[in-house]
């Protein structure tokens, strides 16, 4: 069969204001053209489950809705979902099945909602991918007419059995920047994450060989690329953590990868992954205060626990030269229109390379959504579209939709300004001289 696997690329916001502000700040335009440009991982990863005997191919769809044609002449087309483009993965699907393409659907989206997702494709997949795949191939090989997919069945995949993605695939096309997994899940449990965490619960890590097996096989398609670790909580185990950086230090790569602040705790950690070639760590610290994030974390209020440490866990990631993207969720519970200035202010006392401010987004099958819900304060249940982290679409409680709109606005606009990154980068790097400065002092005098 020629299978066909359909990524839908760049990134997708409607608040039609923002989306005018944001196109003309350089802070913002600059990360979002970087990460728009990220090949889907989870399909490359199915193109490696694939049995043999098949022609394989790799499509991007552009944001406008539009395919390439030459899905049409694919046997078997597989789609990868989250929420914000969901919509569009459908009327894909709908218009190549009309045509007698058999399509599959699977991720985050169609796994929360795989009723939904039935209507609209032949096969829908839940849960982790890797391991049922072979059996879509199979069904679709019979012609099967239907059928569902439980990829949660056989348990948690054993990600020491998973083989290379397919990069080749992608071979010769412009892509500057891979992702790979290192590791899937996260011991923590935020009432509003949407991430791995949705397909399976369990915190699981790669071998560090086989992580560098597949850097090798990054290496070979395109030298020197950038490289995202696509995962929830990259340091959780820090002995594994510590042997990951040391297995990347001799390779001179850069790379990014997203992970909780426990790092900032083990000064050996810090210095290992300084020395490996991390360019940034991107840190969900959602809210500058401790008020605002109890219940944030549902497991063991980690995140409220937390925050009175942010300072100092931040100065010892940057005083070795580890910039930090410092995440917020605005709207939570206890966020009245104040956040706004908090957020600014927290974000230029801490010298923060980088910011990413969203609203707080109620994801099908997250607590959030459940409990806004029940709290009748859902603005728009089943808009899946909105699902955009910047598109608002519950009553916040403590201010107005329209509020925080137009705090988002303040804010991004503030962030994101040329004076602004300016300041920020300034103080970040004087910062580090006077760490540097502080670490060769102390060094004389031992
Ligand atoms: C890399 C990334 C991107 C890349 C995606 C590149 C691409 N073309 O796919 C880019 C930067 C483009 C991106 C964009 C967006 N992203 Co993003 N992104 C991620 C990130 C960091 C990693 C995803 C990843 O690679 N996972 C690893 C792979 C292996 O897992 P997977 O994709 O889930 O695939 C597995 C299964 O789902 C399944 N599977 C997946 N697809 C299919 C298809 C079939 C047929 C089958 C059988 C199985 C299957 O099998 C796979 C292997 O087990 C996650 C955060 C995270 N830590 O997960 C956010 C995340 C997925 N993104 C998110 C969001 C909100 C967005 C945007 C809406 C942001 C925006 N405003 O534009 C857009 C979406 C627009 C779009 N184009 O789709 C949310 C999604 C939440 C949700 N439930 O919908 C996440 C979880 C971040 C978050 N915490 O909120 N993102
Ligand atoms: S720390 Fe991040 S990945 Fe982990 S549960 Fe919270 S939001 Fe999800």
Redesign the pocket.
Known sequence: MKIGFL???????HDPELLQLGLTLPGFVARSKQ??A??????L??AACTPAGHELRYY?AP?DGAEPRELYDCDLV????????VFEAYAIADRLRARGVKV??????V?VLPDEAAAHADYV?V????Q??PE?VAAAERGVAAARFD?RAAGP?DLATLPTPRYDLIAGRPYSRF?V?TSRGCPWRCEF????V??QQRYRRRPVAQIVRDLDAIERVQPGAFI?F???NTFVDHEWSRELCAALAPRRMKWFT?TDLSVADDPALCDAIARSGCRQLLIGLESPGETALRGVEQRADWKAGRAPDYGRSLRELQSRDVTVNGCFVLGLDRHGPEIFAEVLDFAETNALWEVQVTVL?P?PGTPLYARLEREGRLLAPGRWER????DVNFTPARMSVEELRRGLRWLTERLYSPAALRRRRRAFLARRRASAHGRALAATHS
């Open positions: 990524a839908m690329s760049g990134i997708r916001a990460i728009a990220l090949p889907s991982l989870g399909l990863q199915l991007e944001a597989a789609i990868s979902t989250f929420s914000a483009q599959a659907l699977g991720g985050l989206h796994s997949v849960g982790e991918g890797e049922v795949w879509v990829g995949v992702t997994q994450c949407a991430s791995s949705m397909l995202e696509a995962d929830d997203e987004t994801f699902c955009t982290l910047f």
